[in-house]
């Protein structure tokens, strides 16, 4: 009943949140909020997705079903459980923000000082525990161009004066501000104003744990070699492009080459596998060579995934103010990286322990990826889209 039940609600979560990308597209971000991302029964899914997956995996490493190579009787404990409690970490987190935290918008004109913010949700004005003065609003340009490279408001927060940037946050007692907008004069600045002081550290708790238990599982899998040989092309996409110089403020920020780099690696394997599985299927006289190469690429494919949407969550909350917003391409790579997770579970899901079947899978899989990488931008659109 816990394995139907963990499974039947992570293959939902799959279906809901590929038909709230359609209903965005269909109605708008209102509807699509209001009917399912913001709506208490798809928290609670999710919750029950969390809690009852948790449980099961619990069982399994208490019966031993998760051992060591050469007939160890060693669970592969950290790994494994470390996995599951962060996306636990990683919920809860996101649950308390849910529960919990404000954001709104703050206008201030130059010389002017306020103390209160405009919530969000409509016009109420909500208090904040300090002045904050706006002294300067400034743009930095590019170098013999006049395009924008940075906006930055010079502030004055009680006594002390600070600046609020594009991918600089001013935080004080538990509120963050980000730079979002500024008036057509130049003389005055519009700051999103965030207060969330539990849910952000329980949620970078769970990323921190997150990626240690990859590491772990990453290691037992394919060994020091094998990490060595992904680790050769992940640095070079990542020198690639930490050269590119964005005009666009929001991307001017090492955390571009490093969300960039881990997500194309990714699709880069997943593809590779892909290739692999096609081949596969043609010849017999190949089918256990390349389903042996597929399980061991699944792993680092799958992490750098997951590296990849975890960093993009943070810079996304150094940008916006909230590290996950539902925008589709978010939604539609958090699709990708759960399906590409059930061959991990091939103890529970014995169909994925037939070769053939892998590579039926690894075919039909990818048709995430060309969703994620090509559908939202030609298709759904949103902050993600580049036509």
């Not at 816990?2 to 597209?25: D, H, P, R, W």
């Not at 599982?217 to 110089?245: D, E, H, M, T």
Request: a positive charge.
């Amino acid at each position: 009943m816990i394995k139907k039940t963990a499974f039947g609600s992570l293959i939902l979560l799959m279906i809901v949140m590929a038909i709230a990308t359609m209903v965005e597209k269909w109605f708008g971000t209102d509807t699509a909020h209001a009917a399912i991302y913001g709506s208490p029964w798809f928290v609670a899914l999710w919750g029950i997705c969390g809690v009852v997956s948790l449980v099961y995996v619990n069982q399994q490493l208490g019966a031993g079903v998760w051992r060591r190579k050469r007939g160890s009787r060693m669970h592969k404990g950290f790994g494994v459980r470390g996995l599951h409690i962060a996306f636990f970490i990683i919920l809860l987190g996101a649950f308390i923000t849910y529960l919990t935290a404000d954001r709104g918008y703050v206008h201030i004109r130059q010389g002017e000082k306020v103390h209160f913010y405009i919530s969000e949700e409509g016009a109420e004005k909500r208090s904040l525990p300090f002045d904050i003065k706006l002294l300067l609003f400034d743009i930095e340009y590019h170098a013999g161009t006049d395009e924008p490279a940075d906006y930055i408001s010079f502030l004055k927060v009680n006594d002390e004066v600070q600046q609020v940037s594009m991918n600089k946050i001013l935080k004080r007692d538990g509120y963050r501000f980000y730079q979002m907008d500024f008036d057509s004069d130049e003389m005055g600045t519009t700051l999103l104003v965030s207060h969330d002081p539990w849910g952000i550290g329980i949620t970078y708790t769970g990323y921190f744990l997150l990626g240690l238990a990859m590491i772990v599982l990453l290691f037992q899998r394919i060994g020091w070699k094998g990490v060595l040989a992904v680790l050769v092309p992940l640095a070079g996409l990542w020198y690639y492009i930490s050269q590119i110089n964005p005009m666009t403020p929001v991307l001017r920020s090492p955390m571009l080459a490093a969300h960039v780099s881990v997500i194309m690696l990714s699709y880069g394997l997943l593809l590779a596998m892909m290739v692999f599985s096609i081949v596969a299927l043609s010849s017999k006289r190949l089918s256990h060579k390349f389903y042996r190469w597929n399980t061991a690429l699944l792993y680092p494919a799958v992490f750098f995934l997951a590296t990849g949407i975890f960093i993009g969550a943070v810079w996304a909350n150094i940008s916006w103010g909230r590290y996950w917003g539902w925008d589709a391409k978010e939604t539609w790579a958090l699709i990708t990286l759960l399906v590409y997770a059930l061959p991990f579970h091939k103890t529970s899901l014995s169909w994925f322990r037939h070769e053939r079947n892998f590579h039926w899978f690894c075919v039909i899989a990818f048709l995430t990826i060309l969703m994620t990488f090509f559908g939202v931008s030609y298709v759904l659109g949103g902050i993600h889209s580049y036509v």
